[in-house]
Structure formats: structure tokens, C-alpha cells
């Protein structure tokens, strides 16, 4: 069964960093892409940024450029999202997903993804 299992969610103070981790299982993620999505209350999730199957190519929304960094370990079949310089609206449940990909590219509308986490909770406040 395949099956994606976020961690690392919690509460950090404005300023701070959190490490989410995306581990897979039942499949390898060597040949599908990986997104990093959110969702505030009464918001529309929101596609964060995202890795391609090679690593090579990654896209990210402007709100988080210079402070999310998404990298990939092959070995341990696992996706991170690192967060740095947490803002409060970055507060929202954090889901990962993977589709595969004949192609070495990644997209953030979730539309194109068929695999999704349960999702893990991130709450920026003081």
C-alpha cells in the first residue's frame, strides 16, 4: 500500500525553524515528484513548493523564497521541507504529496498529485 507520513509539525515562535519530514513507503519515490502543500482555516490549499524526481528542479511560492528549502534523500525514501524564519501566516497543516513523473519536473497545483500525507500541524506564534 502506498502510504506518505508526515512529521516534525509543532508550535515554534515567530523567528524560528522546523524540519518536516515526508517518509514513503510501500513504493520508492526515486521517479515521482514531491509538493509540499498547506492549508490555513477557511483557506484553499495552497502548493508551497515543490521537488522534481532528479532533485534538479524545484519551485516554491513567493512567500516562502529564501526561507523554505525542500531536498530529498534517496536512501532513506524520505522528503524535508525545511523551515527558517517562520513567519504566523505561515501557520496551517502541512500535507506532503508525490505523483509520478515521466519527466524531470514538479508542479505545485494539487490537482496533479495523486498520493497525499494525513498532514502535520504548524502553528507560528508567540
Known amino acids: 500500500q502506498l502510504q506518505l507520513v508526515e512529521s516534525g509539525g509543532g508550535l515554534v515562535q515567530p523567528g524560528g525553524s522546523l524540519r518536516l519530514s515526508c517518509a514513503a513507503s510501500?513504493?520508492?519515490?526515486?521517479?515521482?515528484?514531491i509538493g509540499w502543500f498547506r492549508q490555513a482555516p477557511g483557506k484553499e490549499r495552497e502548493g508551497v513548493i515543490c521537488?522534481?524526481?532528479?532533485?534538479?528542479?524545484?519551485d516554491y511560492v513567493d512567500s516562502v523564497e529564501g526561507r523554505f528549502t525542500i531536498s530529498r534523500d534517496t536512501a532513506k525514501n524520505t522528503v524535508y521541507l525545511q523551515m527558517d524564519s517562520l513567519k504566523p501566516e505561515d501557520t496551517a497543516v502541512y500535507y506532503c504529496?508525490?505523483?509520478?513523473?515521466?519527466?524531470?519536473?514538479?508542479?505545485?497545483?494539487?490537482?496533479?498529485?495523486?498520493?497525499w500525507g494525513q498532514g502535520t500541524q504548524v502553528t507560528v506564534s508567540s
Open positions: 521537488i522534481s524526481r532528479s532533485g534538479g528542479s524545484t
Open positions: 510501500g513504493f520508492t519515490l526515486d521517479y515521482y515528484m
Open positions: 504529496a508525490a505523483d509520478k513523473t515521466a519527466y524531470d519536473y514538479c508542479s505545485r497545483y494539487p490537482r496533479q498529485y495523486a498520493y
